[in-house]
């Protein structure tokens, strides 16, 4: 008995020292931690409870950055960190925040779209809580999250997830998942709310063309994609032949019809609004990758992917090279660009001109931190 | 080299050190292992790892120990015996409608949660006794829950691992239930014929359940299926301990209603989650049968449940220490670096095994990659096919969750555990060739079911 007990303190001890050490890694970080240092452009910063005032106070209430330019025109939407284990995603997001000055028209940015889901990372997935980069002023410390919600702010998950518009039956934890919690609930779930907030807002602010930025892992068929709903359909083709000549190879696929929840069908279905997805190579994301660190995150270099890539089972193109994030969010900023132009082509009387971001070969050549502001 | 490599081997060598060497049990084996290979990474600065992969089964250890509560509260109450003898007196005489009538029985909450756990300790639990005054023995009627149970979890209309597997490739869950019903019911048939050419006491039904549960549920002694000649002398005794009227029905049929409320409403009545629908259960037992102690019994249940629980945390430490030093990826990638006409072979060895640890990880983690390995093959069919083969995991060692919950409910120990996964060995060899045939032939079993 005596034996039995000496082991049961024993084990209690080292389970208390080993939470106490780990504690400092869960602290929670209030939205308001979230870090975004917006370019001059900057004529309104809001919160996304603006559009769903059940939000405000909560885990789902993120800045929203609206940058307009000196001609009058259409509005874009850029949406980052919808699922923040894709980095490049609200890395592109930040980019551009930071660095645009709007020519024609209105941009709105939202970096951090699920800002939940930047509070923790999930578990047996090993991801880092951040990761930094260096900037010229100094290092900027990056959140890294998780493509879910915070089950601290919505729990507990449904058995099965079935979503609103077509009731499809999910995964119960996907019932956390942003991109499939379209067009959302006003007093639904905090994902379900954040949702509704964006679709809201698309509808408030007449935006024109909405883009949201993801990752997808290199063995997942649709990467270095755009995915467009059936009526942004000319749109990606013409931002795709504009990427081919800045050196961006990109595919179009089409918003599946019977895939419901996600961003490019229902913002398209509806809003009036011309909805596409970015997809970039991600291979801090999938299920074949080795090492998992900042490293891997940044430098996208990965011996198991590489020997996944000699084998043929990835779909992307994967070298020696990896997939660094600064191609990720090359591709990405590029890329909205491209849709920016495109729409300008198609709409001139609602035109949106881009300025200040760095190309595709700069953000190659200087690295993502070349064009962030240090943390403070 | 690989050093994941080494850093696998460190973790299997500390695990078998811990479990076989110095006789501690899976849990503290599997934590330990967990952090071997911090250490042999050079991560003991990342302990927070294990923190959060203790996390990784949360969900999973709330429904095994509600479940518990609720077998206990069962038991203590008398329920459990009391239709165990019910169903005795009434099927007794008819084997094969008894083993089939058993198998939808113990596949009924898997179909409607999509957890084998929930069958396994929930009309598992009834069918136990049942099959063993009937003359099964423990071990082959252990087997035969088992399997009930995760065919169960493979049945429509919910399977989660599909949906787990669905949701990496972007695959909605649709047009799965004949797929998934052509799977699953084949096997079903076959374990009933199986279990009911053992049934050798027909027309017995009657006390004997009763006295059949508490060895079951009691004793711990695997009595492999026979009750001494003495036991017949408490026939009387047990009599006299029936509960009379409906209400020994109420705690299941209440739980399975809330179950089947939640599937048809089809999102209009809110899920109030399976942990919570087995403690509303457990409350319904104490109220529907012998006076009980609920503090006893909650205690007993999660007495119960706590050896499977700490084994799920430890294995969530080690999954999560597995994925952040690159062990899981070069598992992945070692297991999928072979030509495609392969990779069903590999489907078929994989899947289980990394199921042993847990079927929904498996699914996730080695279902996506096969499934993305096998495009064009017939998706919905090939995942109807990979999920039974992730679920078939949940009877394999080290963890062996469903006969580990099996010989944990009925106090069984090792020894039943052992009894119970022998017996589940030609079963499983048949389950997986089953899967491997549908995998192979997945496009013309689609077109034969469009």
């Known amino acids: 008995m005596g034996k039995h007990r000496a082991r049961g303190i024993l084990i209690l001890a080292l389970v208390l020292f080993v939470v106490g050490v780990s504690a400092a890694r869960f602290a929670p970080e209030s939205p308001t931690g979230l870090e975004v240092y917006p370019s001059a452009s900057l004529t309104r910063r809001t919160w996304l409870s603006q559009y769903n005032p059940a939000l405000k106070g909560t885990a789902g209430d993120t800045p929203v950055l609206v940058f307009e330019g ?12 919808t699922h923040a284990d894709e980095p490049a995603g609200a890395a592109a997001a930040l980019v551009i925040a930071e660095n645009v000055s709007p020519e024609q028209g209105r941009l709105i940015v939202i970096p951090y779209a699920n800002a939940s889901g930047f509070s923790h990372t999930l578990p047996q997935e090993g991801h880092p809580s951040h990761y930094t980069l260096d900037t010229p002023g100094g290092p900027r410390r990056i959140p890294f999250g998780s493509r879910l919600t915070n089950p601290v702010h919505q729990w507990p998950d449904p058995t099965v997830y079935i979503e609103k518009v077509q009731r499809q039956k999910l995964a119960g934890t996907e019932s956390r998942n942003l991109n499939r919690a379209y067009p959302g609930e006003e007093n639904g779930s905090l994902t379900a709310k954040v949702a509704y907030a964006i679709t809201r807002l698309i509808v408030d602010e007449g935006v024109d063309v909405a883009v949201d930025l993801h990752e997808s892992s290199p063995e997942y068929p649709v990467n270095n994609a755009i995915v467009a709903h059936d009526r942004a359909m000319d749109l990606a083709a013409i931002a795709a032949v504009e990427l081919e000549y800045a050196g961006v190879s990109i595919n179009i696929e089409p918003s599946p019809v019977n895939l419901r929840g996600l961003s490019h069908r229902e913002w398209g279905d509806n809003t009036d609004t011309l909805a596409v997805l970015l997809e970039s190579p991600n291979p801090s994301q999938g299920r074949l990758r080795g090492t998992t660190d900042e490293r891997l995150v940044v430098e996208g270099i990965d011996p198991m992917y590489l020997k996944a890539s000699l084998r043929g089972r990835l779909y992307v193109p994967y070298t020696e090279e990896g997939a660094p994030l600064a191609m990720r969010v090359g591709r990405h900023v590029a890329s909205v660009e491209a849709l920016a132009w495109s729409h300008t082509m198609l709409s001139p009387d609602r035109g949106i001109v881009l300025g200040g971001l760095p190309t595709y070969s700069e953000l190659l050549e200087n690295g993502v931190g070349a064009y962030l502001k240090p943390s403070r | 080299m690989w050093p994941q490599i080494l850093t696998f081997l460190s973790m ?17 084996a599997t934590a330990g292992a967990a952090f071997v290979g911090l250490a042999a990474s050079g991560r003991l600065d990342q302990l927070h790892h294990l923190v959060e992969g203790a996390f990784g089964y949360f969900d999973v250890l709330l429904i095994i120990a509600m479940a518990m509560v609720f077998m206990a509260a069962l038991e203590s109450a008398g329920i459990l015996e009391e239709i165990s003898t019910r169903i005795t007196r009434r099927l007794g005489k008819r084997p094969m409608l008894l083993s089939l009538a ?10 409607l949660t999509g957890s084998s756990t929930a069958a396994a300790l929930t009309t598992g639990r009834f069918v136990l006794p049942v099959l063993m005054e009937a003359g099964v023995p423990l071990a082959k009627a252990g087997a035969f829950v088992a399997l009930g149970a995760i065919l169960g979890m493979v049945a429509p209309p919910v399977n989660v691992p599909v949906m787990i597997i669905g949701s990496g490739i972007d695959m909605p869950y649709v047009g799965f239930d004949l797929p998934l019903l052509a799977i699953a019911l084949p096997p079903a048939i076959a374990a009933s014929v199986w279990v009911a050419r053992s049934v050798r006491r027909p027309g017995l039904g009657g006390r004997s359940a ?7 549920g009691g004793t711990g002694s695997a009595t492999e299926g026979g009750r001494d000649a003495s036991s017949r002398d408490t026939d009387s005794h047990d009599d006299e301990r029936r509960i009379p009227g409906f209400k020994v029905y109420i705690p299941i049929l209440v739980l399975l209603a809330m179950m089947l409320a939640v599937r048809v409403s089809n999102g209009s009545v809110p899920d109030p989650g399976i942990p919570l629908m087995f403690a509303v259960g457990a409350v319904l037992a104490m109220l529907c049968g012998r006076p009980v102690r609920p503090w006893e019994a909650i205690e007993r249940g999660i007495g119960l449940a706590l050896p499977v629980m700490g084994v799920l945390v430890g294995a969530g430490m080690f ?3 597995a994925t952040v030093t690159g062990v899981r990826g070069f598992l992945v990638v070692s297991a999928l670096d072979i030509p495609m006409a392969w990779v069903i072979v590999v489907a078929v060895l994989a899947l289980p095994a990394f199921g042993a640890i847990s079927a929904y990880a498996s699914s996730s983690v080695m279902g996506v990659p096969i499934l993305l390995a096998l495009l064009g093959n017939n998706e919905v069919v090939t995942a109807a096919a990979l999920s039974l083969l992730a679920a078939l995991g949940d009877l394999l060692p080290p963890i062996a969750i469903v006969p580990s919950l099996i010989s944990q409910a009925t106090q069984g120990g ?9 017996r589940l060995v030609v079963p499983g060899v048949l389950l997986a060739a089953w899967a491997y045939i549908v995998l192979r032939w997945a496009p013309a079993i689609g077109r034969l079911l469009s």
Do not use: H, N, W
């Not at chain 1, 000196?70 to 960190?81: E, I, Q």
């Not at chain 2, 299997?12 to 503290?28: C, E, M, V, Y």
């Not at chain 2, 058993?102 to 179909?111: E, I, N």
């Open chain 2, 414 to 422: 090792a020894q039943t555990r052992g009894d119970i996964l022998r």
């Open chain 1, 70 to 81: 000196a001609l009058p025109g259409g509005t874009m939407l850029v949406l980052g960190g």
């Open chain 2, 210 to 216: 009763a006295a059949t549960a508490s060895e079951a």
């Open chain 2, 12 to 28: 299997i060598g500390a695990f078998l050190l811990i479990a076989a060497g110095l006789r501690q049990p899976a849990a503290l």
């Open chain 2, 319 to 321: 999954v999560q220490v």
């Open chain 2, 102 to 111: 058993s198998m939808l029985l113990v596949m009924a909450p898997g179909m």
